[in-house]
């Protein structure tokens, strides 16, 4: 898959990435696979893994300053 940012190719790689849940929440997750392009660093995240991305933030305390979480596949 071509990088529509720089053209670059995108690889599979395992990564920790935040989400802002709130105005004063982040949520950290841990050991996320992505897609990342090997020139420019853009990612893409798969629908598969963003729906359990959501359903992990969705059990998290909602007034949490922050908070590490790993995904497990």
């Known amino acids: 898959m071509k990088c529509l940012?720089?053209?670059?190719?995108?690889e599979s790689v395992i990564t920790d990435l935040p989400f802002k849940t709130g105005a004063h929440s982040i949520i950290i997750i841990k050991d996320l696979p992505v897609m990342q392009c090997g020139n420019c660093n853009e990612f893409l995240i798969?629908?598969?893994?963003?729906?359990?991305?959501?359903?992990?933030?969705?059990?998290?305390?909602?007034?949490?300053?922050?908070?590490?979480?790993r995904y497990a596949a």
Do not use: A, H, S, W
């Open 46 to 69: 798969e629908d598969m893994v963003m729906g359990k991305v959501d359903r992990i933030i969705d059990m998290t305390e909602k007034n949490v300053e922050v908070e590490v979480l």
């Open 5 to 10: 940012n720089c053209g670059g190719e995108f």
